[in-house]
């Protein structure tokens, strides 16, 4: 933001979600909670499970149903926080976008529900885990997308403590 860095912080804790936005590490922009973050965070946790720690898919709260042979829907319930998405995979077993409409965008004080998705590629292996290496944030708005974020991944780090010492 203006060469100032912008840390963003989700979090999803026995069925509460906030998010904490800083400024510079230093200045609350954004502390977000309540029923909406309770949710769109579980959905956040899912779609983090699902691109950094696909072995964490296993878990007894998600379900499964199988759309097709590259198409599957993937539900999660957390103590009656029930998020859902859609993920599609190639022909080689690699996820490839992640859709979901249990999100909210919040707008000031208020929030909107809407689509979004994070579409994944340019698998590479990082000690032994084959992850995606690009990936975006994409808000599907009756507007027009709006692509949100962009990353391209060259290291992952886990169980990492110090990554989060200015929250």
């Not at 203006?2 to 979600?17: A, E, N, T």
């Not at 983090?48 to 599957?72: F, G, H, K, N």
């Not at 859902?84 to 919040?106: H, K, P, Q, V």
């Not at 995606?132 to 009756?142: D, F, K, Q, S």
Request: hydrophobic share 35%.
């Amino acid at each position: 933001m203006v060469g100032i860095s912008v840390i963003g912080l989700d979090s999803y804790k026995q069925g509460k979600g906030n998010m904490l936005i800083k400024l510079g590490g230093l200045f609350t922009v954004a502390d977000a909670s309540g029923p909406e973050m309770d949710i769109g965070e579980a959905v956040t946790l899912l779609n983090d499970m699902c691109l950094m720690a696909p072995a964490t898919l296993i878990d007894q709260r998600i379900q499964w149903e199988s759309i097709d042979s590259l198409t599957a829907k993937a539900t999660f319930n957390d103590n009656g926080c029930i998020v859902s998405a859609t993920l599609y995979f190639n022909t080689l077993g690699e996820l490839t976008n992640f859709i979901t409409d249990d999100r909210y965008m919040t707008l000031g004080n208020t929030y909107q529900r809407a689509q979004w998705s994070t579409p994944v590629g340019d698998y590479k292996d990082f000690n032994g885990f084959k992850l995606p290496t690009y990936g975006e944030g994409i808000w599907h708005l009756p507007e027009g997308d709006y692509c949100y974020a962009k990353f391209n991944i060259k290291e992952v780090v886990y169980n990492s403590k110090s990554l989060y010492t200015g929250f």
